[in-house]
């Protein structure tokens, strides 16, 4: 692989949002985590947010949306990721983001004196940098943090996120197959080279009956493998290219020590609390001299592969009184994935199981209406450390969602919220990349797929079940689309077509709709 790679633009990116950049998680996270104390009432301010290799700005869009007296910005080394996110923004109706083409170097010393950003503030009290420090050279990544380090005020966070050992280091296999594979091919990484080294690393690991020496040394290889069939191919070409360096947390911790920043969590609610981790790997995760050789255990137990880490430039722990207290006022509501009928979870600890009575109570009341984690306290008579631990669990899984206090102008809020929606899901059916809603109730984006969006144009229409979908059926052609059957594969027969659209209209009006309108978002995108 190249010695020195540099983030190479010669590719657009997959446009993915993540929760975990939304500002209220960032705040969840920061309180759950009760290592610095960044108050809830921030997402009701006018901060400043800044997005360090922004990609298609999706998230800074609903980010914006989510708190338009804020100020957002986002630059990319891409000419074509910064085009797209300024006409989404535009066309969503944002004036509070701001998109440069511009690199982040030149931030290493703070604020550029020229260039697109010279008048772009000097500090932020939020900087992101989502899967780049591991896509970088050694001198990028240093800029990075450096960048982080002098841009941020005190007090303010930084989230750094990136593909780690030792979890990569079976994947580095793949990877530098598919390096090969592009060099010999004469381009660049693709899709065909990494589905080609996948078969040839499947080979080499052997059966069941017969493993071959690399299947001995990679158990989990081929399981690997056959996962990726799946996996989209912006993303495979992303992660398996040879720019492409998974980090270790100790030295990445360091550098950002050096620069001014203090590890303080992660947005990966569970990874906060080793103590679900079984007895064996527990104690020896808890055991560690200290905070940072902790995390290091942590990695090793459990094969971490990507890391969501929170850092503070200057943190300031919170007193337990004032952390139970904001905590406390946060409200909880039934979550995107709160069908779910199972109380055990996939998290990056391992499974982990909740509680089925505690669960099911939980649900059943949020069922009803919202309650305050404080009351929640006090009705499940629990230490505030071992509800946490629970709730990670089935924040982290989507079964629970967390909404900030209620703020000033909650309802111009709405009507704002409402209103981006509207344009989202125009711009969604009329096949833009866009892929979700926004929540006003947890200020988080909730994935919304293309054909949930063409429901939700007509769905607070009081009409019969036939003619919503019919009036679906005409959009859909309208926009030049098709209807799928469940392999995913066009449904030419216009009969067949309808009642599926028929059969997916009953379904998505008894399961999906109700919760969508306790999330606010059925309601904003029909007002």
């Known amino acids: 692989m190249d010695s020195k790679p540099a983030y190479p633009i010669d590719k657009t990116y997959g446009a993915f949002i993540h929760r975990e950049l939304s500002v209220s998680w960032l705040v969840l996270a920061t309180l759950m985590g009760g290592r610095h104390r960044l108050d809830p009432g921030l997402v009701s301010t006018g901060f400043r947010y800044l997005d360090l290799g922004c990609g298609h700005g999706l998230n800074l869009l609903f980010n914006a949306a989510a708190h338009p007296q804020a100020s957002f910005y986002g630059l990319d ?22 998109f440069a083409l511009a690199d982040l170097t030149t931030f290493a010393a703070g604020r550029p004196s020229t260039g697109p950003c010279c008048s772009w503030p000097e500090a932020y009290d939020v900087v992101v940098a989502h899967g780049l420090a591991s896509w970088v050279g050694e001198a990028v990544r240093n800029a990075l943090v450096a960048a982080a380090g002098n841009l941020l005020r005190p007090g303010g966070i930084f989230y750094c996120s990136y593909n780690t050992y030792p979890g990569w280091l079976s994947r580095s296999t793949l990877q530098m197959l598919s390096v090969e594979e592009a060099l010999r091919a004469g381009g660049s990484t693709s899709v065909a080279g990494i589905r080609k080294a996948a078969q040839t690393l499947t080979g080499f690991t052997g059966t069941e009956e017969n493993t071959l020496p690399l299947g001995k040394e990679l158990p989990g290889l081929r399981a690997l493998v056959e996962a990726l069939q799946p996996m989209p191919e912006a993303y495979l ?30 947005a990966t609610l569970p990874e906060m609390f080793p103590d679900m981790l079984d007895d064996e790997r527990r104690t020896q995760v808890m055991g560690a001299v200290d905070l940072s050789m902790r995390e290091v255990l942590l990695d090793l137990a459990i094969n971490q592969t990507f890391r969501r880490d929170l850092f503070a430039k200057g943190p300031c722990p919170p007193s337990r009184p004032w952390r139970r207290q904001a905590m406390a006022d946060l409200s909880l509501h039934l979550g995107a994935a709160s069908e ?19 669960m099911g109570a939980l649900k059943g009341t949020l069922a009803d209406r919202p309650v305050s984690l404080g009351w929640l306290l006090d009705q499940a008579s629990l230490d505030l450390d071992d509800l946490l631990m629970r709730l990670s669990v089935l924040i982290g899984a989507g079964v629970i969602g967390v909404g900030v206090p209620a703020q000033a102008g909650a309802e111009a809020l709405q009507r704002s919220v409402a209103g981006f929606n509207r344009l989202g899901l125009e711009q969604t059916t009329a096949g833009e990349e866009i892929g979700a809603l926004l929540s006003p109730v947890l200020l988080q984006p909730i994935p919304i797929s293309v054909l949930e969006a063409f429901f939700l144009q007509v769905a607070h229409a009081d009409l019969a079940s036939e003619d919503v979908v019919q009036l679906v059926w005409m959009g859909i052609s309208m ?40 999330l606010g978002i059925a309601s904003a995108a029909a007002a």
Request: proline letters at 5%; a negative charge; one cysteine or more.
């Open 77 to 98: 080394l891409n000419p074509t990721h910064i085009a797209e996110a300024s006409a989404k923004a535009e066309a969503l109706g944002l004036s509070n983001v701001h």
């Open 237 to 266: 070409v992303g992660e398996y290219q040879s720019a492409h360096q998974p980090l270790y947390v100790g030295p990445m911790h360091r550098l950002c020590a050096a620069h001014g920043l203090s590890h303080i969590g992660s």
């Open 340 to 358: 779910k009928d199972t109380n055990e979870f996939s998290t990056s600890l391992g499974r982990l199981g909740v509680d089925a009575d505690f």
């Open 479 to 518: 926009a030049g689309g098709n209807v799928k059957d469940k392999q995913g594969q066009p449904i030419e027969d216009p009969e067949q077509a309808l009642s599926q659209l028929q059969e997916f209209w009953e379904t998505f009006a008894r399961e999906r709709l109700p919760l969508l309108r306790r």
